[in-house]
T-cell receptor, first 113, second 119 residues
Framework: DAGVIQSPRHEVTEMGQEVTLRCKPI?????LFWYRQTMMRGLELLIY????????DSGMPEDRFSAKMPNASFSTLKIQPSEPRDSAVYFC???????????FGSGTQLSVL | AQKVTQAQTEISVVEKEDVTLDCVYE???????LFWYKQPPSGELVFLIR??????QNEISGRYSWNFQKSTSSFNFTITASQVVDSAVYFC????????????????FGTGTRLTIIP
């Protein structure tokens, strides 16, 4: 079975550019999560969805960040405009409603120059 | 507010030694879940175990064992006879069950412990 698929694996961009990260969850999972990992702040939950509906976006740092889930098999996290402090590894994870048993993708390493 | 503390930032042990990773948590809920996840060098986090707050029984899975003690708010992880493949970053995490319909899916992670097994 395919796991959670994220693209791209690596993204290098310049400050001010728009960045779009993509995620395909595991089929049948009804939760989708976006996490950010940095050395300074560790793993932070940005937003999560249940059945394509955002449940909690309190972790989204500011208005420059937005996330969508137009259908059960696809989600995007967009940063516009990007800033150097957004440099991090962004993880997508999905869950079959199993009390915190998450399945993570391989992450997108974002570097904003 | 919930909080997870992993005081050990990095640990190195020689292969075949036993090693314990510490995790201390804070929560006001009486119903909660504790987790351990492994992040190998490839990057993706992998679920290892979940315990609920009403089950303090220790658990053993092969070379892995977990010690849950509510009295000290700790959920420690021991690897027996460590192997090089155990080298990874290990995260402890917590979710609370009474913060709403979906709250038990919302994990708060500790900062992780980087474990290096020296051959």
């Amino acid at each position: 079975d395919a796991g959670v698929i994220q693209s791209p694996r690596h993204e290098v961009t310049e400050m001010g550019q728009e960045v779009t990260l993509r995620c395909k969850p595991i089929s049948g999972h009804d939760y989708l999560f976006w996490y950010r990992q940095t050395m300074m702040r560790g793993l932070e939950l940005l937003i999560y969805f249940n059945n394509n509906v955002p449940i909690d976006d309190s972790g989204m740092p500011e208005d420059r960040f937005s996330a969508k889930m137009p259908n059960a098999s696809f989600s995007t996290l967009k940063i516009q405009p990007s800033e150097p402090r957004d440099s991090a590894v962004y993880f997508c994870a999905s869950s079959p409603r199993d009390r915190g048993k998450l399945f993570f993708g391989s992450g997108t390493q974002l570097s904003v120059l | 507010a919930q909080k997870v503390t992993q005081a050990q930032t990095e640990i190195s042990v020689v292969e075949k030694e036993d090693v314990t990773l510490d995790c201390v948590y804070e929560t006001r809920d009486t119903t909660y879940y504790l987790f351990w996840y492994k992040q190998p060098p490839s990057g993706e986090l992998v679920f290892l175990i979940r315990r609920n707050s009403f089950d303090e029984q220790n658990e053993i899975s092969g070379r892995y064992s977990w010690n849950f003690q509510k009295s000290t708010s700790s959920f420690n992880f021991t690897i027996t006879a460590s192997q090089v493949v155990d080298s990874a970053v290990y995260f402890c995490a917590l979710s609370e069950a009474r913060g709403g319909a979906h709250s038990d899916e919302k994990l708060t992670f500790g900062t992780g412990t980087r474990l290096t097994i020296i051959p």
